[in-house]
Structure formats: structure tokens, C-alpha cells
């Protein structure tokens, strides 16, 4: 009888994961977190990830949409090894934290357990001074209060960011990019992609896409004509739209909007840019900086966006650009 070739291979390693549910937090981002992590060990039919949940005492946990989770165990549980403990919260946080998350947080720290803030949570680790020298992502309306509330931590507007024992994400749906990522790093891509297409999503979004930030938010107090042109220019990227054209669709003449444009523009900054990223950013193809990098920095949600607008408009990746 031959023996079994699947018999003989160790089975990967089992990865318990801790969910910490603090009030007001999220059930999208909590669920986008944790039932990829589920799907994982039922496609795999194996129990690739123990996961555990947890509140700060015996009571329900009320959520944002008002509705309450019962916690498998509270914070005093004698838990045993984790491999990963993840804090779900609302954001801002609309409350003085306890002292004792404080202490029991970090009292996780140099055990092997890598700590996480989904969405608010990424707040309550700056908080307790566990992301100093780290890079990290939350919510984009929580950008400018957090880097003037924790210079130390290197904020990024991406989805979510993996920095060595550090993982944050902006909440919602970005929390499944993230497990999802995870999953692919422990056990293949094949399995992440499985998990992913059971949840319908297209694609899974890569780390370095930033976050969505709305047009109005962008251009702060900036006039509602020149939001409506930004928002033509950014609709037709890939084609984009020329003075005259753009005048058209505004109703004003091609010099007047020029003048009109320069104008604005000296007086908003923010508009500066996001027009910018609707032109072509060759100049910064002459410096040595990556093309991600010069993605983002003109106004682009990926690298791989940047390629496409750019090889649709111009006929070449900027890529192919440098090489040539």
C-alpha cells in the first residue's frame, strides 16, 4: 500500500487571532476583518486561524449601528499565546480609555504578539504609546487631528499598513484587504483569492492604494466652480480634457477660465494639486523616485493607475518613458 504523500506533510501552523471590541465600534469593519479569517479555515478545511473575541468587561458591547455583541471572554481571561490581537473602535474616540487596556496592552508587547488598530483602533495603540516609530493608517477624516496629536508616528493615507509587528487600516472594507493580505502571506495567494471571490470582491486591493478622500474635503473652502472642474478633470483622466473643452462644459470662455484658474490656484494650494494630478507628471519621470511614489504624490489611488492613465494618454508606461 502506498502511503499517503499528504499524510506525511506537517499541517501549517494554527495563528490565534484576539478581536478587542470597544464601544461605538464598527460591525462592517469588525465583520470585514474576521470572516475572511473564517472562510480561510472552511475552504481550507482546516483550522488555519483560532479566532477570539473580547470586551473590556462582562457587558455586551453596543456598536455604532446601536446594536450589542456578546464577548467570548473579558480582558482578566487568562487568554494563553496570541498571534495577532486586533482593536476594533470608533473613530474619533468619543472616550477617555481605562486604565487598565492601557496596562494590559501593553503588557503584549515583546511576547511574539503582533498588535493591530482597525479603523479607531489604530487611535487607541497611539494612545497608549504603541505605535512610536511605527508607520500607520486610520480613517482620513482622523489625518490632520492624529499627526498633530502623535508626531511620532508616521502617518500614511494608504488602505492599511503592515510595519513589522504594527498593522492599522482606515476600518470598513479596508479591513478585509488587509486579512485578506494576511492570509495570502501565510498560505499562498491562491487561498486569499478563493476567500476573496466568496465575498464577490473583484480584486484584492493592494497595501500601497490610498484611501479615497472626497473632492469637497480636498479642496477645503475652494469655489464650486473650480469643484466641478476638478471633478471633469478627474472623471477623464485617462482622456483628458483640454482648456476649451473644459471651459465648454463650464459655460465660460477658454481665457477667462485660464485667468480665473490662475487665480484660484494661488489661492488654494489644494487645488494646485489635485489639478495637477489630472496632467501629466512626466517632469517627476526625471528623478529617481519610484513610480508608486510619484503615483500618489500626483494624486493617483495606486501605481498601477498611474501606468494605465498614463500609458492610454501618452502611449507608453512611465516605465518604458525612463527606459527610452
Known sequence: MQPNPLASQAAPPRRRVAFLLLPGFSLLTHASALE???MANQLSGQMLYQTVTLSLNDEPVRSGAQL???AQHELSTALGPLDLLLVCAPTPLPYTLPA??????????????ALGGLAGGTEVLARCGLLEGYRATLPWQRFEAFSQAYPQVTLSQQLFEIDRDRLTCAGGTAAMDLMLTLIGQHHGARLAEQVSEQFVCDRIRLADERQHVPLRSRLGHAPQSLVEAVT?????IEEPLSTLELA???GISGVSWSGYLRSICRRCPAA?????????PASSLESDRPVGDIAFATGFSSGAHFSTAYRHH???TPREERLG
Open 272 to 280: 494646485t494639486t489635485s489639478i495637477c494630478a489630472c496632467r501629466k
Open 100 to 113: 487598565k487596556l492601557n496596562e494590559w496592552l501593553r503588557g503584549h508587547q515583546g511576547r511574539g504578539v
Open 68 to 70: 450589542s455583541l456578546i
Open 314 to 316: 501618452f502611449g507608453m
Open 36 to 38: 475572511p479569517l473564517q
Open 248 to 250: 465648454e462644459h463650464l
Open 232 to 236: 471633469l478633470m478627474e472623471a477623464n
